[in-house]
């Protein structure tokens, strides 16, 4: 997964530069995949490329050209001995300025704000430097592509529309769940109508939502958004699924609770109308469920216990959902082409 095109559509336009780092391609064994990225702002950075001693030396080198005001570079690693690595693969990285004069082509990318999914980008250099853009659908096999077939120079992808997640309720297993799901890349909207319900120093991509009316929230979902359930009141967490339920643009709908709660909720929402489709996507109880236990043990009752269940589970499937990695789904770097 990378930086977003919506973010970096957010850096160009207030000009405050950072260097967007790319894995371009990987041979052997790495700790990212191709397209994963991050941004390196002058005193912190957003996103991995996998950590330890690659991430810190393209971290330097972005600080360097942000001094510089060097605009694309690249750089190629092998993860030995030599960067403290054994991961015995190789990397090759690209790092471009993010500002006011790249604002032109990330606009072209716009349309990906509402929709889920990636482009790859033809980054070869324009004439006035800045790269052409050709959006296409998320499959590697979309990749623009030449005249006899051949991707041209460097086509890097670029997720679309930032990976939302909605969790209503601010209880116990609500904090547990919100403090896991801030450590994926991701953007958390937390939703409760109690007063003062929400904890200080939250990570920047958790947001919070004080409503005297949750369910009356929920029209303001972004498309394809993950949302959990799990408030102090079913009542409130019915009324929640039957609304939710009746979009069929979202992603995964889970509901905290036994597997006695979700047959008594289903049976209530089929009797309140609720198709059998929209009830299929019905996600309760939330969470992985261990293998080879027979069902949930009780440890998963545990806050967290339940909220790494969660994590681990919304992770799979997203990148389930996520296009094919492979050779062709790499950056494709042409022998002498220039940067």
């Known amino acids: 997964m990378s930086i977003p095109a919506s973010r970096l559509l957010e850096i160009a336009r207030a000009d405050a530069p950072a260097i967007w780092v790319r894995v371009e391609t990987v041979r052997g064994s790495a700790p990212r995949e191709p397209g994963a990225s991050m941004l390196v702002h002058a005193r912190l950075e957003e996103g991995t490329i996998g950590g330890g001693h690659l991430e810190l030396e393209a971290i330097a080198q972005a600080r360097r050209m942000l001094v510089s005001g060097e605009r694309v570079a690249g750089a190629d690693f092998v993860l030995g001995a030599a960067l403290g690595q054994c991961c015995g693969g190789a990397v090759e990285l690209s790092l471009r300025r993010i500002d006011a004069r790249e604002t032109a082509w990330i606009e072209a990318l716009r349309p990906l704000d509402r929709e889920a999914g990636t482009v790859w980008l033809d980054t070869r250099p324009g ?51 919100v403090r896991v799901l801030a450590t994926l890349p991701l953007c958390a909207t937390w939703v409760d109508p109690r007063e003062n319900r929400f904890p200080a120093g939250l990570p920047a991509n958790v947001s919070v939502l004080e409503s005297d009316s949750p369910a009356h929230e929920v029209a303001a979902i972004p498309s394809g958004a993950d949302v959990l359930v799990m408030t102090h009141s079913h009542g409130l967490d019915f009324e929640l699924c ?18 006695t709660k979700a047959a008594s909720f289903r049976a209530r929402l089929a009797r309140r109308g609720v198709g059998t489709e929209a009830l299929a996507r019905l996600q309760c109880p939330i969470g992985a469920v261990p293998r080879g236990t027979g069902g949930r043990h009780r440890l998963d009752r545990h806050p967290g216990a339940i909220a790494v269940a969660v994590g681990f589970d919304l992770w799979e499937r997203r990148r389930a959902a996520a296009p094919a990695s492979g050779p062709a789904a790499e950056a494709v770097p042409v022998a002498g082409a220039g940067r």
């Open 242 to 259: 039957l609304v939710l339920l009746a979009r069929e643009d979202l992603g995964l709908v889970g509901l905290i609770g036994s597997e």
């Open 127 to 177: 004439a006035e430097g800045a790269p052409h853009t050709v959006a296409s659908p998320g499959r590697p096999a979309d990749a623009p592509r030449d005249a006899g077939g051949a991707v041209p120079h460097r086509i890097s992808r670029v997720d679309g529309a930032p990976w939302n997640v909605w969790v209503f309720g601010a209880g116990h297993v609500g904090e547990a769940v």
